[in-house]
């Protein structure tokens, strides 16, 4: 135990991934790719504010779009 740090973080455990062409590997494959479309656009624990603030400007421009439009008919 010479060359081991006391103040060194600890390791995160691995996550071993299942061989390929496994009926496993096709549930991981599926279940990781529900995953990442339902968290599409999301800031993953930040709190999500720029997709709201992205989200208000398209709308703000939506809005002055059809408003411009209702004023050069």
């Known amino acids: 135990m010479a060359n081991h740090k006391k103040t060194a973080k600890p390791r995160k455990p691995q996550r071993h ?3 390929v062409g496994t009926p496993a590997n096709d549930a ?3 279940k990781q790719s529900r995953r990442d479309v339902v968290d599409f656009g999301v800031n993953s624990g930040r709190g999500g504010t720029t ?4 989200a208000a400007i398209v709308i703000f421009l939506l809005v002055v779009g059809v408003v411009g439009f209702i004023a050069l008919t």
């Open 51 to 54: 997709t709201w603030v992205i």
């Open 17 to 19: 991934l299942p061989k």
């Open 28 to 30: 991981h494959r599926m």
